[in-house]
């Protein structure tokens, strides 16, 4: 994780996936159900695991 870069980008959620709340948002709405799906949609994997929270918390506001 490059934190200076997410520092710089506050709705960069993974600077090693460049992964944007808004892609992570758009793959919900397109209906991943979790957090792996998320990924794959995202044509990325994890790699630090430091989005997988964010990711899941955003999930589980989904209604």
Same mark, same amino acid.
């Given at each position: 994780m490059n934190h200076e870069q997410k520092a710089r980008e506050p709705d960069l959620v993974c600077t090693c996936s460049d992964l944007y709340r808004q892609d992570i948002q758009d793959? /919900?709405?397109?209906g991943c159900e979790d957090a792996r799906e998320v990924m794959y949609d995202q044509a990325t994997q994890f790699r630090?695991?430091?989005?997988?929270?964010? /990711?899941?918390?955003?999930?589980s506001r989904r209604d």
């Open positions: 793959a /919900i709405d397109g630090c695991e430091m989005c997988r929270p964010i /990711i899941e918390r955003m999930l």
